[in-house]
Structures are given as C-alpha cells and as structure tokens.
C-alpha cells in the first residue's frame, strides 16, 4: 500500500513539473516578438543594463557621497565633472544639441558638480568678502550647507553690494559684489557650458581661455611657420 502511495505521488510530481515547463516555455513564446529569438532578447537585455551600471556608476552622484566635507575624494569628483564635460563636447561636436543639454542637466545637479563649484569659490582671494546677506562659507559646515542650497528650483539671484575701490588717479571705481550662493551658482553652470564655449569659439582665439593663453598662439604660429 504504502509503494502505491509513493508511485502515484511521484506520477503527481511529473505531471506538475511538467505542466509548469509547457507554462513557462509558452509565456518566455508569448513575450517574444516576431523576428527575435531568446538569446538576442537576452543579450540585448543584458547591454542595456550594462550601459545603466556604468551610467550610475560614472556620470551620477549618489544622493549624499560623503557625510562631511573633509571626507571628500577631490580626485574622484574631478574625474567626474571632467568625464562629463568631454561628453558633453563630444555631443556638441556630433550636433547633438538634445543629449548635451540632458547631460548639462545631469552635470549641475549632480553633487560632484556641486562640490566642485563650492570648492572653487572658497579657495579663491575672494572668498572672505561677502555679499548683501553678510554670509561666508569659511568653515566646512558652511560649505556643507552651502552645497546642499544649490537648488536651480526656486532659485533668485540677490543684489550686488555695491563698493567703492580707491584708483591711483584718486578716483573711486565702483564693484559689485554676488553673496557666495550666487557665485557657486555661476560656477556650478560655467562647469557646464565651458565644453560648449571651447567647441563653439574661434580656434584662433587664445583669450579668456583656461588651456590656451598668448604663449600657446606663439607656440603655434612657431610650429606652422
């Protein structure tokens, strides 16, 4: 009695296992579509997902990627920002205006961004006058906070504070001065449109330019001639 038992259990096993197979061969049929087998479903599965690591790996910043500002990897972020920008002169370069404005978007949301524009604002000969709002970021928790107020939602650009500097002929020249938020602001966009600028500008222009200056249109005009 008992083998009988066990002979009609196992039978009960087969038919079960087998009606899960035809039920699942049927639905991976279902899905396909007319033209493509399996394998290149998978295979094509697989790039995509690769290509979205590599994405969030490279061009996207975490949420918060340090808790401090004195935990920060500087060589990584600069890596970063530096990755996107030759993206974003390689769109402009291929007339794709489309992808690099999504990646100028991608850039000044991105904390790396952020960090990066902070950093060049405080560090400058600039960084201990303030604007209208008399507010410094000298300290790390400042800066901290000053990334976190980077927000383009929103956002209003204050007034300049208007000073005075004393010139050498006795006169006065007047200076506006932006609060610290708006020069990481204006940082933080420079870092996206300087790709577009060294794309879109005169290749025989050498001013106000971060890797060209007079001595490499000598350098040049000395390398044709």
Request: one cysteine or more.
């Amino acid at each position: 009695m008992l083998r009988v038992k066990e002979g009609v259990k196992s039978e009960c096993l087969s038919v079960m296992e087998r009606i899960e197979s035809e039920t699942s061969s049927h639905a991976k049929a279902s899905r396909l579509t007319p033209g493509q087998d399996g394998q290149e479903i998978m295979a094509n599965r697989y790039t995509q997902e690769r290509q979205m690591r590599q994405t969030n790996q490279v061009s996207c910043a975490p949420a918060h990627p340090c808790e401090s500002w004195e935990q920060a990897n500087w060589p990584k972020i600069t890596k970063r920002v530096r990755w996107l920008q030759e993206r974003i002169a390689q769109a402009v370069l291929a007339g794709r205006w489309g992808k690099a404005r999504a990646l100028q978007h991608l850039l000044t949301r991105s904390y790396s961004g952020k960090m990066l524009a902070v950093k060049r604002v405080t560090e400058n000969r600039g960084k201990r006058t303030s604007g209208v709002d008399k507010v410094l970021w000298s300290t790390s928790t400042a800066k901290w906070k000053g990334i976190q107020s980077l927000r383009h939602h929103g956002y209003r650009a204050l007034p300049l504070r208007r000073i005075y500097i004393p010139k050498s002929n006795g006169k006065q020249r007047p200076l506006g001065i932006l609060t610290m938020r708006c020069r990481a602001m204006q940082a933080l966009w420079k870092l996206a449109l300087e790709p577009i600028a060294e794309c879109t500008a005169d290749p025989n222009s050498y001013g106000l330019c971060d890797l060209q200056s007079c001595t490499h249109c000598c350098l040049t005009k000395a390398c044709m001639s």
